[in-house]
Structure formats: structure tokens, C-alpha cells
């Protein structure tokens, strides 16, 4: 089985920055595709960014060149380094590991942008 656990989440101010870390422990095998996922009250979830097993990276529109997806040099952790936070960047983030023919989320962490 695989298990999926996202972090770093908190309180920040507006333009202040924040890092998720979602780790996956288990049967991974090779280089998965992973996404990161947000929902904000009363809003359906959202792709914010995701990278794949090739490397290519995408970005959902109101996010790029504001927030960059990479993983580590082991392949077990995702990371989503985000920069000039605004208040409609609040929600709570989510991590998908897709693996083999399966999705795999995590609980998710919350990301509160207010001064």
C-alpha cells in the first residue's frame, strides 16, 4: 500500500512564502506523476500544479510563475514551494500520487493567507 502525507501548511502574511512537502511511503516504484490539489470553501478542487514522470512540470493559471513544483533526488517527496501568497491562495492543499493505476491523496494541510 501506499501512504501519502502533506505538510507545511500555515499561516501566512500576503507576498510571504510557503513550502508543502507530500511524502509517499510504500510500493512506489519508478517515477510517479504527482499533483497538488487545493479546495477553498465552497469551491470545487482544484489542480494547482503537477509534476510528471518525465519531468514536465504544468502549472494551473493562477499560480504560475508564482509557485514551482519539484521533487527529491529519491523520488519519495514532492515539493510545492510557494511565493507572493494572496488571500485567494487559502485552502487546504492536497497531494496526489498516482500510481500504477491508482490515486493515492493525502489528508491535505491548510495554507491561511491573512495579515
Known amino acids: 500500500q501506499v501512504q501519502v502525507v502533506e505538510s507545511g501548511g500555515g499561516l501566512v502574511p500576503p507576498g510571504g512564502s510557503l513550502r508543502l512537502s507530500c511524502a509517499a511511503s510504500?510500493?512506489?516504484?519508478?517515477?510517479?506523476?504527482v499533483g497538488w490539489y487545493r479546495q477553498a470553501p465552497g469551491k470545487e478542487r482544484e489542480l494547482v500544479a503537477a509534476?510528471?514522470?518525465?519531468?514536465?512540470?504544468k502549472y494551473g493559471e493562477s499560480v504560475s510563475g508564482r509557485f514551482t513544483i519539484s521533487r527529491d533526488k529519491i523520488k519519495t517527496t514532492v515539493y510545492l514551494q510557494m511565493n507572493s501568497l494572496k488571500p485567494e491562495d487559502a485552502a487546504v492543499y492536497y497531494c496526489?500520487?498516482?500510481?500504477?493505476?491508482?490515486?493515492?491523496w493525502g489528508q491535505g494541510t491548510q495554507v491561511t493567507v491573512s495579515s
Open positions: 510504500g510500493n512506489i516504484f519508478g517515477m510517479n506523476t
Open positions: 496526489k500520487w498516482v500510481v500504477g493505476a491508482y490515486d493515492v
Open positions: 509534476i510528471y514522470s518525465g519531468g514536465r512540470t
